[in-house]
């Protein structure tokens, strides 16, 4: 089983792990904007920068977002998604009140399908039930290129890494 850490702590992640290589899931979550279904993963004829975050509610999964609304909007042809477990509702909120417009924010609070297909769905301790913070860059057919699972849920991704993998 995978894991990350949480304030030092081991947390086991459940789920199938995707790694680089390995053909990404495709998975329906639903959007922030409307309720409509966003599917991410699988071959769909672009890059997509896949960001995955516990909660918006969390002053580093915010900084996070808006950190990648700016720099990921700078990517010509990569389709950017940030995905959590907050309700679509919440996430509407944040991305009015912080000016997300530049990606989408997704949800996938109806079936964990995507934690679940992706092996990022933390399966104990205080976040138990929510997804740990990870990055996927899928290729136009489909393919994972880059992966990382942050290894402390508390601290910031590497931008850099996962920018360039979104680029290459």
Do not use: H, W
């Not at 599917?39 to 918006?56: C, D, F, N, T």
């Not at 934690?115 to 976040?127: E, F, H, Q, R, S």
């Amino acid at each position: 089983m995978a894991t990350t850490m949480l304030k030092g702590n081991t947390v086991n992640l459940a789920g199938k792990a995707v790694n680089v290589g390995d053909k990404a899931p495709e998975v329906t979550v639903v959007n922030s904007a409307g309720l409509a279904d966003v599917v991410v993963g699988g071959a769909q004829g672009v890059k997509q920068l896949i960001i995955v975050v516990p909660s918006l509610d969390t002053a580093v999964c915010a900084t996070e977002t808006r950190n990648f609304n700016q720099k990921a909007s700078e990517i010509e042809g990569v389709k950017t998604t940030v995905v959590s477990m907050d309700l679509p509702f919440a996430s509407g909120r944040f991305c009015s009140a912080e000016g997300i417009d530049k990606l989408t924010v997704a949800s996938d609070f109806r079936n964990k399908d995507f934690a679940n297909n992706y092996g990022v769905l933390i399966a104990d301790g205080a976040l138990r039930g929510v997804t740990c913070r990870a990055i996927f860059v899928v290729d136009a057919n489909g393919v994972v290129t880059y992966k990382e699972i942050v290894p402390e849920i508390t601290a910031e991704p590497d931008y850099e890494a996962a920018l360039n993998a979104a680029k290459a």
